[in-house]
Nanobody, 124 residues
Framework: VQLVESGGDLARAGGSLKLSCVTS????????IAWFRQAPGKEKEGVSC????????YYADSVKGRFFISKDYGEETSWLQMNALKPEDAGVYFC??????????????????WGKGTLVTVSS
């Protein structure tokens, strides 16, 4: 199984970025896809996830209304649209997957598969 993130870049505060997570070897329909981020010196935190099967979406309070997650079965890809970026959104963003449905943001320790991350920098 491979997960490859892309789309990280330098953005201005208030701007937008769209991250992609292309998967391979994953039973995509049966997997919950989640995005995590890690800022320097901080622990990894869950940002958003889209559950397997019912496609329920969950967001951290800090990104609700600004970030939007999606997934496409045909392309076996998930996207994280990030709008109204803030400096505190900066960090390495990771895509992760776990088989089965979820009814909320999973903990990073639960995730079975991880990408290597993509760097998001936000200038104020």
């Amino acid at each position: 199984v491979q997960l490859v993130e892309s789309g990280g870049d330098l953005a201005r505060a208030g701007g937008s970025l769209k991250l992609s997570c292309v998967t391979s070897g994953l039973a995509f329909r049966d997997a919950t896809i989640a995005w995590f981020r890690q800022a320097p010196g901080k622990e990894k935190e869950g940002v958003s996830c889209v559950s397997a099967r019912d496609l329920s979406q969950y967001y951290a309070d800090s990104v609700k209304g600004r970030f939007f997650i999606s997934k496409d079965y045909g392309e076996e890809t998930s996207w994280l649209q990030m709008n109204a970026l803030k400096p505190e959104d900066a960090g390495v963003y990771f895509c992760a997957a776990i088989y089965g449905s979820r009814s909320g943001l999973p903990q990073s320790s639960e995730m079975q598969f991880w990408g290597k991350g993509t760097l998001v920098t936000v200038s104020s």
